[in-house]
Every structure is written in C-alpha cells, then in structure tokens.
C-alpha cells in the first residue's frame, strides 16, 4: 500500500522568509512524487514532479529515499505563495495517484 | 476553449433525491477520474475510466456510479443522496499516452445533502 503523511495542515511564514512544506511517504518500489497545488478560487494544478528536477516559482523539491522524504522548499516565500500545497505519489507510470492531506501555506506581509 | 468543466458548481439537495455531478473535457483526454475530498483531508480516489465504455472503482469505496458513453463526459451520479455523500467532488483527466499521474483538474462540485 502506498501513503502520503504531510505532518502540517497550517504553515504561517513572514514574506522573504525560507519555507519548507514536509511531505513523507511510504512506498516499498520506486516512488514517483508530486506537488500539487490550489491557490484561492482556482483549480488544483500540478505545481512540479521529482523526475524533472526542475524549479517552479523558486520552489524545488528533492526525493529523498533514505528518509522516505520529498519537502517542497522556497528560499524565499511571497504572498502570492499563499495557497494550498498537496503532495502526491504515484507507485509507477500508469499507476493512481495518492495525495497527502495538504498543507495550507500563509505568507504575512 | 480547451478546458475541464463541471456542474453544477454547488448543490444543496434533501435526503433521498437523485443527483448527477457533470464533467466534461475539451482537451481530447482519454482517462478521466473523480475524487472525493472532505474538507481539510485527503482527495481520495473513487472513479476513473480510461476511454469510452470503460469505468473502474478507485480507492475509495463510493455508493456513486459513473459513466463513459462519450470520450469527453464523465457523469456521476447518487441514486439516493445521504448527509453522508456531502463533500467535494473534483474531476480530472489525463492526456493521451500520458501517464495517470499527471492530472489536470476541474473546479469541483461542492455538494451538501440535508
């Protein structure tokens, strides 16, 4: 079975402040991970994948085996970060994806 | 416009009625799913398809049913709503050869059963 924790419902940070949205997961194979995300009054959309390594709105993510682990980080937030953030997994290509619970991120001004 | 729609956006029905939650694409897309997310948890999956004729149970036992006549609509539908079906329903679909993960959305349907 496959499981997505994200241990935080709630992350307030001040704007210019580095943030780190946690995301864990448990897999026995080789995971594919996600980070989708929900700004207010949109849809949910797909915010950057682990196997493209790549860096989306200054933020980036990186899987980590060792700790089960794929934390989405920003050196430094915005208001318009201000969103919800779900990470999802998917056990290989073509197979369902599982989504964490969210975590709602605020940035103060 | 290329897009993912559904309707009705909102819906307040009473104990016992049947309802059917529309989701139509434009995009060509051959997999379509439905989830089910209460408010602060998980989506969780209860429906998909992957082309016309074809609908699968997801991860989530659902007392809903789905429909794939056409390659673009993916209703659901509850013979008889309970309080208990209240929830948000989202829609999503995925590009032709593309792999199940990678899933655009609709705006959902918040549903409330009295």
């Known amino acids: 079975a496959q499981r997505v924790t994200q241990p935080e419902k709630l992350l307030s940070v001040f704007k210019g402040a580095p943030v780190e949205l946690k995301c864990n997961y448990s897999?026995?194979?080789?995971?594919?991970l996600f980070w989708y995300v929900q700004y207010s009054r949109q849809r949910l959309q797909l915010l950057l994948r682990?196997?493209s390594r790549e860096s989306i709105k200054g933020f980036t993510a990186d899987l980590n085996k060792g700790e089960t682990s794929f934390h989405l980080k920003k050196p430094f937030a915005q208001e318009e970060d201000s969103a919800m953030y779900y990470c999802a997994l998917s056990g290989s290509a073509g197979n369902m994806l599982t989504f964490g619970g969210g975590t709602r991120l605020m940035v103060k001004p | 416009e290329a897009d993912i729609y559904q309707t009705p956006r909102y819906l307040v029905i009473g104990t016992g009625k049947k309802i059917t939650l529309e989701c139509s694409q434009t995009m060509g897309h051959d997999k379509m799913y439905w989830y089910q997310q209460d408010p602060g948890m998980e989506l969780h999956l209860i429906h998909y398809s992957y082309g016309v004729n074809s609908t699968e149970k997801g991860d989530l036992s659902s007392e809903s049913t789905v429909s794939r006549i056409r390659t673009e609509h993916f209703p659901l539908t509850l013979e008889s709503a309970r309080p208990s079906h209240t929830s948000q329903y989202l829609c999503a679909s995925t590009l032709p050869g593309g792999p199940h993960n990678e899933q655009f959305f609709g705006p959902g349907t918040r549903l409330t059963v009295l």
């Open positions: 897999y026995s194979g080789s995971p594919e």
């Open positions: 682990h196997i």
